[in-house]
């Protein structure tokens, strides 16, 4: 390796150590499928030397096929505890991650307190809700001044009055044209009373109340 060569990172590392662990048990379950043939065929050569009755084959191979199984329990043994390193390296990388994540917090939080001021805070907010209230209190001041300024409660009483001299001056016009009326004589067929008022009198009546 080189001497100027980038250290890995652990993450870079942890990635290395499980290809590495991964090739292990794929080597081993390789090797355990090699031994079950060989113990498939001890066990066909066991039977024929049985038959046979040649004793010192049958107690070579029986030693053989001992041994045999024996690794491949070994072979077992060491992949389980293959699978637990790989399992504690996954726990190990996850909890790097949680503490990186930790780390990167807390820098934002020793940021943040660096940046903010609680006292300035603080007097800001209060600034704020004291020219907020000020704020309202001009606008109900302002609304106030201009519900007085255009106050229509008088225009109300004004309209009152003229419909009352409207109706006073009708009545008055009304009861001289009754009196100035001639009287009907009997006999007197197909005469018209000049007593009613129409309606363009009444309207000629407001338009002189209106141009006063």
Same mark, same amino acid.
């Given at each position: 390796m080189s001497l100027f060569s980038k250290k890995p990172t652990a993450k870079e590392q942890m990635r290395q150590t499980d290809r590495v662990i991964r090739k292990t048990q794929r080597d081993l379950e390789r090797e355990r499928h090699d031994l079950e043939r060989q113990e498939k065929k001890l066990e066909m050569e066991i039977k024929q030397a049985a038959k046979q009755g040649n004793k010192e084959a049958l107690t070579v191979l029986a030693k053989q096929l001992v041994n045999l199984r024996k690794q491949k329990t070994k072979t077992f043994a060491v992949g389980s505890k293959i699978q637990?390193?790989?399992?504690? @390296?996954?726990?190990?990388q996850s909890n790097m991650?949680?503490?990186d994540a930790m780390a990167t917090t807390t820098k934002s939080m020793a940021a943040m307190n660096k940046v903010m001021d609680p006292q300035k805070t603080a007097a800001t907010m209060k600034e704020f809700e004291r020219q907020s209230a000020r704020m309202d209190m001009n606008e109900e001041m302002i609304n106030d001044t201009l519900?007085?300024?255009?106050?229509?409660? @008088?225009?109300e009483e004004e309209q009152d009055a003229i419909v009352t001299q409207v109706l006073d001056e009708i009545g008055i016009e009304i009861s001289g044209k009754m009196l100035d009326a001639p009287s009907a004589?009997?006999?007197a067929l197909g005469s018209q009373s000049k007593t009613e008022i129409s309606d363009d009198d009444i309207e000629r009546q407001l338009a002189?109340?209106?141009s006063v």
């Open positions: 637990s390193i790989g399992t504690q @390296g996954k726990l190990m991650k949680m503490a519900d007085d300024i255009l106050d229509e409660s @008088g225009d004589h009997k006999g002189q109340l209106k």
